[in-house]
């Protein structure tokens, strides 16, 4: 037990006894301490520039409200596990947690919907929750509007309440400190000592004027320092793209109501926390009086840099995240609130301020290590509704490599570059901060012209004029559709005709997309793949270092393509890669996205300085290059008019890679397919991508060849059985669990995972990834609650309709004993959809068109 391996991220042995700094002592840094003395690290120094009783950071004045239900599976199990953790840090019989359940009120049709579906969210992730009647809110919360009917209904769930945030972090700091947690408040970090690329130490400074600057020497630093993260990030070359933003909250007068029946304490608070999303709002009761939260105003920036550390007299009343109180923006909140609460009308505003909160360009928190300095960790824009969560996640990282959530929508690595910068920063978490409470669609694109078309392949202008919906994702433009295929529309044989569907699901989505896969399975079809993120992997070192990360045997003879998974030290599935060999020491490797460069990244530079021989250079090429998705019963036929190269079978077989030549541009073809076609992925310059396009589009006239969006993509590749990283499975599951299990070479030993693996199969898995057919071809949309036996069992991954096989298509996480054919149940917006377990996959299961035979 003297040391852990941290396999995943690269670590050097970590020893039980190693400092471990953190930097911050609110309710992140001091639950992240606890954890972490719970799995036997004590030599632990939590430094914070503010007063340790009220650090004067966004955890000092938070409300405290927690609700759970989250449309992230992510999100929500951190609320879950902060609920249990606050429930459990207890003195004197007291917990630090108030568990009055928590109801969100409806006040028009689409509340109520969006409550339905969110209710589906609750029975996903495991929270229990119920929707209720208008009376039945009255009666759980009397003091809501009666006279108009205002009311249509709401979500109630009980575990939802008040966190007790301050005593939480005096207790927490109480028995880690005994534990041998040291704490050093009112000191300021002034830099962060880096020696080769890592992190070794911090520079701190007490805030007293005889206090000298000194240094702390660690190689684990974790940064819980709230919205005044990004300038510890600067202080480590590590950007943190967060930006604090004032958010208004007051508190009435007395309220006679309350006062009737509540001592002055927050303690005996007995009302559910209330949400009035309509316009904006959350209520919770202080004893006598209510707590008022506003999200409807203006976006109210702050650097961070400007404000002032909290002094040794820091109060409620005057602590840096604590901002004056703008009356004018909050007016609007007051009226709504006492309509919406007519007790209000006998209370008045006794106190009001705009506090700071951090919020990020996706929503998300940033959690783990910095892509740019080792040793560097982070965990910031971490709201109290997530903190015991987010800070168990963290620990588990640190001592075994893996957390149990999965963690790739928080992990700072998300980030694409043009994401990073200040200006889409400001402008995204801007238009998060508008949109909390709003009712957002899944495929819901950013609107604001300046953060949009900041990425865009080549072939973007004839996109354009062959009238493309654009949706965006990683800053990329992707065509979802194409206006000009409606021309094809009325020649659609009836078999692709797609069923009438709801309103929601018919949000971003065009009937077109069934005629471009009815064209894309019975003639050809261009799709833009550009956005794939592909990495160029070369040196004496490369085929060692694939080797060590994939499950698949990557170092076959040049011309190879390999599909294969990378997974983590616990067998989790990281990723899901294409390796292709394209020369004794060049490999072009399909990735997932910039977390899964950093990774590789990391691992070259770990074996590099294992054995200098071994260097390997991994270069990130997605800019510079572009591709095109050449597939469909014809595409040999129109990329044989513009190219003399033999494009054979026989020449290059299905999941080969072979350079190439088009109408004189150089390509790099590799014979794969998301799509179940013949076809290639044909990979130039960016330069020559235009070219390339207009070469293909006007050699394909003949065959009627069309662009493909990702509705038409997306249906295919489901029809096919075709996996989405990300979406379909995570590290939360392994490859037999994921149906990937075929993706494992037999016999390989050594890469990352094996050891986890070993023993396990499809037949010991209990949970499966299973495809679903909805037998009245209802489309859903994903994350909706599966039932087997009338309990909920599961949830959906990836959903649509099916053109080529005119069914409903959904892949869901269920139990093993969901056998196929067996019948189930999808809960989508409040009803029961039947649906039954398919066989897959559901079209050419004996992947006779895609090679071409």
Request: proline share 6%; net charge negative.
């Amino acid at each position: 037990m003297g040391e852990i391996v941290n396999e995943e991220y690269g670590l050097d042995a970590i020893d039980l006894h190693q400092h471990v700094i953190i930097i911050g002592a609110g309710i992140v840094g001091v639950n992240l301490a606890d954890e972490l003395v719970s799995r036997g690290w004590t030599n632990i120094t939590v430094v914070e520039q503010g007063p340790l009783n009220l650090p004067g950071g966004s955890t000092s004045h938070a409300p405290g409200l927690v609700f759970q239900t989250n449309a992230s599976k992510a999100m929500t199990l951190f609320a879950k596990y902060t609920v249990e953790k606050l429930l459990s840090v207890q003195k004197d019989g007291q917990s630090c947690f108030n568990q009055v359940g928590g109801l969100e009120i409806a006040t028009t049709t689409e509340r109520m919907e969006e409550l339905k579906r969110k209710h589906g969210y609750a029975s996903s992730w495991g929270v229990d929750a119920s929707l209720i009647s208008r009376e039945e809110c009255l009666e759980r919360y009397p003091h809501l509007n009666k006279d108009n009917d205002m009311v249509l209904g709401g979500l109630h769930i009980p575990s939802d309440g008040l966190a007790l945030a301050a005593r939480a972090v005096d207790l927490l700091i109480e028995r880690t400190a005994a534990a041998g947690v040291k704490y050093l408040g009112m000191t300021t970090v002034t830099d962060i000592i880096k020696t080769n690329g890592r992190a070794t130490g911090v520079k701190i400074k007490p805030s007293k004027p005889e206090g000298e600057e000194t240094t702390l020497e660690s190689n684990i630093i974790i940064s819980c320092a709230g919205f005044w993260g990004v300038e510890l990030g600067q202080m480590a070359n590590t950007p943190i793209p967060l930006l604090p933003l004032a958010h208004q909250y007051v508190k009435t007068t007395v309220c006679p109501v309350l006062a009737e029946k509540n001592p002055q304490t927050s303690s005996s608070d007995s009302l559910p926390i209330l949400r009035y999303q309509d316009q904006d709002l959350y209520y919770r009761e202080h004893g006598d009086c209510y707590g008022i939260g506003y999200y409807g105003h203006k976006p109210m920036p702050v650097t961070a840099s400007t404000l002032p550390h909290a002094t040794e007299d820091c109060n409620h009343q005057n602590m840096p995240s604590r901002l004056a109180f703008t009356l004018e923006d909050f007016e609007p909140a007051w009226n709504y609130s006492k309509e919406f609460l007519p007790c209000l009308k006998d209370t008045e505003i006794a106190d009001g301020f705009n506090g700071i909160f951090s919020f990020t360009p996706d929503g998300g928190p940033i959690l783990g290590q910095s892509p740019q300095l080792e040793g560097f960790w982070v965990a910031e824009a971490v709201w109290v509704t997530h903190s015991a969560g987010v800070a168990r996640a963290m620990a588990e990282v640190l001592t075994t490599g893996v957390s149990t959530v999965d963690l790739g929508e928080c992990l700072p690595s998300r980030f694409e570059d043009v994401q990073l910068a200040p200006s889409y920063v400001k402008e995204t978490s801007e238009q998060n901060f508008n949109e909390v409470y709003d009712i957002l669609h899944p495929l819901q694109p950013r609107e604001r012209p300046s953060v949009r078309n900041l990425r865009t392949s080549p072939f973007f202008p004839r996109q354009k004029e062959l009238g493309a919906m654009f949706l965006e994702a990683g800053a990329w433009e992707r065509p979802m559709y194409f206006e000009s295929n409606r021309y094809w529309l009325p020649l659609l044989p009836e078999k692709y005709k797609p069923p009438v569907r709801d309103a929601w699901s018919s949000r971003y989505y065009s009937e077109v997309s069934a005629v471009e896969a009815w064209r894309t399975r019975e003639s050809v079809a261009m799709y833009d793949m550009t956005p794939l993120r592909r990495l160029e992997v070369t040196g004496p070192g490369a085929v060692e270092l694939l080797q060590s990360l994939c499950t698949g045997e990557v170092g076959r003879k040049p011309g190879a393509v390999t599909y294969t998974l990378m997974c983590n030290s616990a067998g989790g599935v990281r990723s899901d890669i294409t390796v292709a060999r394209v020369e004794q020491e060049l490999f072009q490797v399909g990735v997932n996205g910039p977390t899964d460069t950093a990774y590789v990244l990391g691992e070259a530079k770990k074996q590099r300085k294992k054995d200098p021989s071994k260097w390997v250079d991994v270069r990130d090429i997605t800019g510079h290059t572009c591709c095109i998705g050449l597939w469909g019963p014809r595409a040999r036929d129109v990329v044989t008019k513009v190219s003399l190269n033999d494009w054979s079978n026989k020449a290059m077989g299905y999941f080969r890679v072979k350079k190439m030549r088009i109408g004189g541009i150089s390509v790099t073809a590799m014979r794969v397919s998301y799509v179940g076609e013949l076809g290639w992925e044909l990979y130039t310059s960016a330069d020559t991508g235009l070219k390339l396009w207009d070469l293909l589009w006007t050699a394909g006239q003949e065959f009627g060849i069309i662009a493909g969006g990702r509705g038409a993509f997306n249906s295919l590749r489901l029809e096919k059985g075709y996996r989405a990283w990300g979406t379909d499975m995570t590290t939360e599951h392994d490859p037999y669990e994921a149906g990937v299990g075929f993706a494992i070479k037999k016999g390989k030993t050594g890469y990352v995972g094996a050891s986890a693996l070993e023993g396990r199969s499809a037949e010991t898995a209990s949970k499966k990834l299973r495809c679903l057919t909805i037998d009245d071809k209802s489309v859903v949309m994903g994350k909706e609650p599966v039932f087997v036996d009338g309990k909920p069992a599961g949830y959906v991954t990836s959903a649509a309709y099916g053109f080529t096989i005119e069914k409903s298509i959904a892949y869901a996480w269920l139990p093993s004993s969901a056998e196929e054919e067996s019948a189930v149940e999808i809960e989508y917006f409040g009803q029961r959809l039947p649906a039954t377990v398919s066989a897959e996959p559901l079209y050419d299961p004996e992947s006779k068109r895609v090679r071409g035979s």
